[in-house]
């Protein structure tokens, strides 16, 4: 089953502050990672299912090049929702307990429009 990937506009935000981050230190790392953000996105539509739930229905694909970040997200229907991009090691309790107000892991209403890519390349 291929799903429709959608994504929270808080998302985008989290993985541009990471590029960001990542480019001040290195100059091009910073689209190296939003490439690789890019690329796990992509496979959400095919492999959502397959990765295991953290917390409530919240599951977490891997940036394999970026091992410590994580795509959060959760599936509903024929819909994968991206929730956040984040280091998993510096937001440990990000979302679980509800330190992180603004950011609770909840369905808002689904856009009826096709999903696009999440990240536009860098450069």
Not at 98 to 121: I, S, V
């Amino acid at each position: 089953m291929s799903f429709i990937v959608r994504k929270l506009p808080l998302a985008e935000q989290d993985a541009l502050d990471a590029a960001i981050w990542y480019e001040e230190r290195q100059p091009g790392l910073g689209a190296e990672f939003l490439n690789e953000v890019d690329r796990a996105v992509r496979a959400l539509s095919d492999s959502a299912p397959l990765h295991r739930i953290r917390f409530a229905d919240v599951r977490r694909s891997p940036i394999h090049r970026f091992r410590f970040y994580g795509i959060y997200y959760i599936v509903r229907e024929d819909e994968v929702w991206i929730l956040a991009i984040f280091h998993g090691r510096r937001h440990r309790e990000r979302g679980k307990n509800g330190a992180d107000k603004p950011r609770k892991f909840a369905m808002t209403t689904a856009p009826q429009t096709e999903a696009r890519p999440l990240l536009q390349n860098c450069g």
